[in-house]
């Protein structure tokens, strides 16, 4: 066997002890070659100094640190030189206290190199002991400047981002995947009204757990990556309060592209949304305003073009805008607008005017406002009217003065009426008289025709008196003293055969009669002096004659017209007005006494009716006289009895009247139809001879006397003759008659003045 072979035990385990021990000093060279390297890569090496005598050693990587030559000697007092004022108080402190109580340290401070470099080092020191006292720190130093560079600017970034979140100027808030709140502007804390509270950290949930469904829905989507917005949300709290929000939401990501949390933007629009609810509803009620009421609002640009028109009561807004004033009114109207609206333009005047404007169909009174519309530089840019239709209220002040007139005109015929009224007494006592002495000598003197003739025009005369009083007290008289059934087509043929032979052939009398009319309620002299009244101005106002056109036809609500219609010069407006008005007149003195169209108004409002009047100058004047109509299925009554019918049994009668001249003339007519008759002057007289046991028949009392008048004395005679029969002897019927007569059954009247006839056609229906 070779000795290649044979290797002995002692030979093998030399060889493989020196094997090792060459592998173990090539790693402790590549260790040592490596760690140096190490330590530059980590910008990290070791130190030590003995605590007795400050002297030290470091590696290579921590004088590199310190910008130093390797070679420099190091000691304890030389590296803490390198710090800065405010870090080395700190590893000074740190140092003492691992001398004195062993404790390491391990602190992040700040340096300046030995070439003025700033750097930021990580420093570790561990007491070593020995024999119970610490006799020297040991430990590493890394260089972290660029780790703390960035940590400062991450710092520095988020202390910018939280000012931007906390200075916002709308509310946001960073939430996690939980919804816990990273951060939040100071704008969300004061929108929300959380004051002060931390919240950080906080579930959103917990803070607001009145939150909708739908945002939580929202945040949800939100999460999964999706952004979402709202212009416009309502948000209710949990005490009432609502508040109206616009936000987005926007996912955030993590250095690993997912999503971390969510990012909510929010804006409080409760007093935008609130003010907008409020100019809603002020246009609704403007709206509802302009709609129900007499307004029309409108715009017109620089050329006075319609922009904008609202509710316009003259025209449609559809047929208004893009349109001129030209294109809506009558050329002088459009111009008139036209120069109104220039002057608002040109001078930027505020002008108010109220005219006619003529729509189709219709005219209209309006109330016009018109305005300067002005820019935000104040610049006139066009025309704001305002329009009011005051045609309503034109028309109805017009009715209230019409009214007003018919009032006061009412009024001076009623004072006219009441003066009358006055004197009518005394003048109807007058007329009495005559009448009497009249009508009985013709009724006694059959025989002497030229005194017949005589009689008959002194009582013609007297009863022209008596129509004239009665007509006066027509304006006092407010209904008819005896009205009856009157065919107004026979009335008005008797009057025109009287013109017909009085016009002497200057004027043409024409009738134009309805027949079948209703017959009409009334007092057949009154009307007839009302129509001769109406005949005689018109034969006055043709001198050079005319026609004269006499008609009667059916009126609206079933009244009969009769209207007077001549060709005369007619009436100008101004006169036209004042017609009915009582000693009005246009005539000549000693032409006219200005009462003649009065009384016919008297007439007309006692019988109901009313008179109109329509004139123009030049063509003529027609006056229509209108009367309710009246339908009786009886045949009418005259009320005047046959002549053997008013014959009568003698009477004994009292007769009682304050005129000396009733008292001289009636008892003679009285006598002469065969009655016994006792004249008294007065009710107290008349009371004391019944008192005395005088036992009349018949009182024909006077009404209006002195002192006791007859409706007192009648009360009084009542007391002693209850069933005594009484003729009240009036000159004209008022309420006061009427209410005798309806109150006492025993009781008929008989007008002043009265002839023979009236007086025993009376006595015969009472006899």
């Known amino acids: 066997m070779s000795r290649r072979g044979g290797q002995g035990p002692g030979d093998g385990s030399t060889g493989e002890a020196r094997s090792l ?21 980590a910008k990290v090496g070791g130190w030590s100094f003995d605590v007795d005598t400050g002297e030290g050693w470091w590696t290579e990587e921590v004088a590199r640190i310190h910008d130093l030559d390797p ?45 003025g470099v700033r750097k930021w080092v990580w420093t570790q020191g561990q007491p070593v002991v020995m024999e119970g006292r610490v006799v020297r720190i040991q430990g590493t130093f890394q260089d972290i400047t660029d780790r703390k560079r960035s940590e400062l600017a991450l710092r520095e970034s988020q202390e910018r981002l939280q000012m931007l979140i906390d200075h916002a100027p709308a509310a946001l808030a960073m939430f996690d995947r939980e919804m816990r709140y990273l951060a939040v502007s100071r704008r969300w804390l004061s929108d929300f009204h959380l004051g002060e509270q931390a919240i950080l950290g906080r579930s959103h949930y917990e803070i607001f757990p009145e939150i909708p469904e739908a945002w939580r829905e929202a945040h949800r989507r939100g ?28 996912p955030w990501h993590a250095a690993d592209g997912t999503v971390g949390g969510i990012v909510i933007f929010s804006e409080d629009i409760t007093g935008r949304v609130e003010a907008s609810q409020a100019l809603r509803e002020s246009e609704q009620r403007f709206r509802l305003a302009l709609r129900n009421a007499p307004v029309s609002v409108a715009v017109q640009d620089r050329d006075l073009c ?10 449609r807004a559809e047929d208004v805008v893009g349109r001129r004033d030209a294109d809506l009114f009558s050329p002088d109207q ?48 066009g025309v704001g009217t305002a329009t009011v239709d005051l045609t309503p209220i034109h028309k109805a002040e017009e009715e209230r003065r019409r009214l007003e007139a018919e009032v006061a005109h009412g009024q001076k015929l009623e004072s006219l009426g009441a003066l009358a009224g006055g004197v009518s007494h005394d003048m109807n006592n007058v007329l009495a008289a005559i009448m009497a002495v009249a009508s009985l000598l013709k009724e006694k003197r059959q025989d002497d025709p030229d005194l017949v003739k005589a009689m008959d025009t002194l009582l013609h005369a007297a009863g022209r008196g008596r129509d004239l009083v009665k007509g006066l007290t027509d304006f006092a008289r407010r209904d008819l003293p005896e009205p009856q059934p009157l065919d107004l087509n ?50 006055d106002a043709m001198p050079e004659g005319g026609r004269l056109r006499l008609a009667t036809r059916s009126g609206a609500g079933g009244r009969v017209e009769l209207a007077v219609e001549d060709s005369g010069h007619g009436m100008p407006p101004e006169v036209l007005a004042r017609a009915l008005e009582p000693f009005f007149t246009t005539k000549p003195p000693g032409r006219g006494t200005g009462l003649g169209l009065a009384l016919v108004y008297g007439v007309m409002k006692a019988h109901g009716g009313r008179v109109d009047l329509h004139s123009t100058p030049g063509q003529g004047t027609e006056i229509t006289l209108a009367f309710p109509g009246y339908r009786a299925d009886l045949p009418f009554d005259t009320g005047i009895p046959p002549e053997e019918e008013v014959r009568a049994r003698r009477l004994r009668i009292l007769l009682v009247d304050d005129d000396e001249l009733v008292r001289g003339t009636v008892p003679v007519m009285l006598e002469a139809l065969g009655h016994e008759v006792l004249a008294t002057a007065g009710g107290p007289q008349a009371l004391e001879r019944l008192a005395a046991g005088h036992a009349p028949d018949l009182v024909i009392l006077d009404l209006s006397m002195p002192g006791m008048d007859g409706e007192v004395t009648l009360k009084r005679l009542r007391i002693l003759r209850p069933d005594l029969p009484v003729l009240l002897a009036t000159g004209y019927r008022d309420e006061r008659g009427d209410r005798i007569l309806e109150r006492d059954p025993g009781v008929a009247l008989i007008l002043k003045p009265f002839t023979l006839l009236d007086l025993k056609v009376k006595l015969g229906q009472i006899g």
């Open 334 to 381: 459009a111009a008139r607008l036209d120069a109104l609206k220039r002057q608002v333009l040109d001078e930027g005047a505020e002008i108010h005017q109220q005219m006619w404007l003529d729509r189709p169909g219709r005219r209209l009174f309006l109330d016009l406002y018109c305005e300067p519309m002005r820019d935000a530089e104040g610049r006139i840019t």
């Open 21 to 41: 021990e060459q592998r173990g000093r090539r790693f402790q060279d590549a260790i040592t070659n490596f760690l140096p390297r190490i330590g530059r890569m």
């Open 306 to 315: 319609y922009v904008w028109a609202y509710n316009q009561r003259t025209a």
């Open 223 to 250: 999460l999964a990556g999706e952004v979402l917005h709202s212009e416009e949300d309502r948000f209710v709290r949990q005490d009432g309060t609502v508040y109206w929000r616009r936000w987005e939401l926007r």
């Open 490 to 539: 026979e009335l008005v043929r008797k009057e025109a055969a009287l013109l017909q032979r009085t016009t002497l052939q200057k004027v043409e009398v024409e009738l134009a009669l309805t027949e079948g009319l209703p017959l009409v309620m009334g007092d057949p002299s009154a009307i007839s002096n009302a129509l001769m009244n109406l005949c005689v101005n018109s034969l």
């Open 71 to 115: 070679s420099t000697p190091a000691s304890s007092e030389l590296g803490l030189s390198f710090y800065t004022a405010e870090s080395r108080p700190l590893i000074e402190r740190a140092i003492q206290e691992a001398i004195e109580k062993g404790r390491p340290y391990d602190l992040e401070l700040e340096l300046v190199s030995a070439k």
